[in-house]
T-cell receptor, first 115, second 116 residues
Framework: AQSVAQPEDQVNVAEGNPLTVKCTYS??????LFWYVQYPNRGLQFLLK??????LVKGSYGFEAEFNKSQTSFHLKKPSALVSDSALYFC?????????????FGTGTQLKVEL | GAGVSQSPSNKVTEKGKDVELRCDPI?????LYWYRQSLGQGLEFLIY????????KSGLPSDRFSAERTGGSVSTLTIQRTQQEDSAVYLC??????????????FGEGSRLTVL
């Protein structure tokens, strides 16, 4: 079964420092991988996706993610964290089903950026 | 509207009552999804509609849960005889739905259900 794992429930980082939110995947075939962010009392917002091509994917709000096939990882990164980046982050993988597709999500990682 | 719209945004009900949650997807999107987010949990897939195809109901937790999609647009998620463990945020999402589509989903802001 296609799945993703987020090993950290929470990540704390100081503003201005680089941040990494970890995600590993288990899929058969080529993975389609996604990162979403959820701010308090809001729905999920798309950040970025990896389909094919360059292993470093750039997305919204200065975030990027690195696809690593040998380590089956897709970690989310940002060179310099902001307090406003504090939110819940979800990794997801596309699963083909019937005539279409759906996303299977990880359990989420709470990012807290402090001054 | 421009985005996925869900109503009500908040619903408080008594144990044993039935509830209906509504989702209005992005215009033109043929795929519609329901997910559940419980406190401290990730997103749990419930059901998926794609065009006129039979829905993928593999995530519905019990026969108290059902959903329909009328006219290929608006969807209603119904929970019968609600239980306290049904308390969660119910998120709806839509996408263009084509199998060749890369799979990005667009989410509404959710309906928070509290069962007393």
């Amino acid at each position: 079964a296609q799945s993703v794992a987020q090993p950290e429930d929470q990540v704390n980082v100081a503003e201005g420092n680089p941040l990494t939110v970890k995600c590993t995947y288990s899929v058969s075939g080529n993975p389609y991988l996604f990162w979403y962010v959820q701010y308090p009392n809001r729905g999920l917002q798309f950040l970025l996706k990896y389909i094919t091509g360059d292993n470093l994917v750039k997305g919204s709000y200065g975030f990027e993610a690195e696809f690593n096939k040998s380590q089956t990882s897709f970690h989310l990164k940002k060179p310099s964290a902001l307090v406003s980046d504090s939110a819940l982050y979800f990794c997801a993988v596309r699963v083909l089903t019937g005539g279409g597709n759906k996303l299977t999500f990880g359990t989420g990682t709470q990012l807290k950026v402090e001054l | 509207g421009a985005g996925v719209s869900q109503s009500p945004s908040n619903k408080v009900t008594e144990k044993g009552k039935d509830v209906e949650l509504r989702c209005d997807p992005i215009s033109g999107h043929t795929a519609l999804y329901w997910y559940r987010q419980s406190l401290g949990q990730g997103l749990e897939f419930l059901i998926y509609f794609q065009g006129n195809s039979a829905p993928d109901k593999s995530g519905l937790p019990s026969d108290r849960f059902s959903a329909e999609r009328t006219g290929g647009s608006v969807s209603t998620l119904t929970i019968q005889r609600t239980q306290q463990e049904d308390s969660a945020v119910y998120l709806c999402a839509s996408s263009s739905g084509l199998r060749g589509n890369t799979g990005e989903l667009f989410f509404g802001e959710g309906s928070r259900l509290t069962v007393l």
